[in-house]
């Protein structure tokens, strides 16, 4: 695609409930990128992707928290058994590959937890 | 552990002006460096990058410098301009990992 896209754009939900976020990368980038951004804040880092693999799931804030992406392009976070403090935009970026720094973003999820 | 700051929170300059923004990183294993800009409610832009075996890189009115001596990051705007308003990000970056700052919300007053 022309650019990198998330669904939806926002988000509310009732605490307890699980919510499904997904993003759609530039079509060909290898590399995925999932943050979190909460109010005023920078972005917290959460887990990328190479491919289809995770290299690195370090920055997942609790096991409640999983993504996954088949196909090396569309992938999806989970969020189980939301929790207020849930609530914040969520970005997805690609890249085109390890090597290649400039990361592209979709314009975010804003997850509401009520 | 790992973090990344920046000195100033805000920064209001006047349009023409040159406005500059600082960072400081911690880790001095990062092999690259990124600014983002991030306007209201979009997700943030890539500006500029460089690589931690440089020491200046320039861009369309933006110069990245970078000074690994004192771990220091900044970003200078040439005649600053209203549509330059926004938050601006700096990042540091390992092995595909992306470690971002607080950010610094640039005003630019016409």
């Known amino acids: 695609g022309a650019g990198v896209s998330q669904s939806p754009s926002n988000k509310v939900t009732e605490k307890g409930k699980d919510v499904e976020l997904r993003c759609d990368p530039i079509s060909g980038h290898t590399a995925l990128y999932w943050y979190r951004q909460s109010l005023g804040q920078g972005l917290e880092f959460l887990i990328y992707f190479q491919g289809n693999s995770a290299p690195d799931k370090s920055g997942l804030p609790s096991d409640r928290f999983s993504a996954e992406r088949t196909g090396g392009s569309v992938s999806t976070l989970t969020i189980q058994r939301t929790q207020q403090e849930d609530s914040a935009v969520y970005l997805c970026?690609?890249?085109?590959?390890?090597?290649?720094?400039?990361?592209?973003f979709g314009p975010g999820t804003r997850l509401t937890v009520l | 552990g790992e973090s990344v700051g920046l000195h100033l929170p805000t920064l209001s300059v006047q349009e023409g002006d040159n406005s500059i923004i600082n960072c400081a990183y911690s880790?001095?294993?990062?092999?690259?460096f990124i600014w983002y800009k991030q306007e209201s409610g979009k997700g943030p832009q890539f500006i500029i990058d460089?690589?931690?075996?440089?020491d200046k890189r320039q861009g369309q009115r933006v110069t990245v410098l970078l000074n690994k001596t004192v771990k220091h990051l900044s970003l200078q705007i040439a005649a600053t301009q209203p549509g330059d308003s926004a938050v601006y990000f700096c990042?540091?970056?390992?092995?595909?990992?992306?470690?971002f700052g607080q950010g610094t919300e640039l005003s630019v007053k016409p």
């Open positions: 990042a540091e970056g390992w092995g595909g990992k992306l470690i």
């Open positions: 970026a690609s890249t085109a590959g390890l090597g290649h720094n400039e990361q592209f």
């Open positions: 460089i690589r931690s075996n440089m």
């Open positions: 880790n001095s294993a990062s092999d690259y």
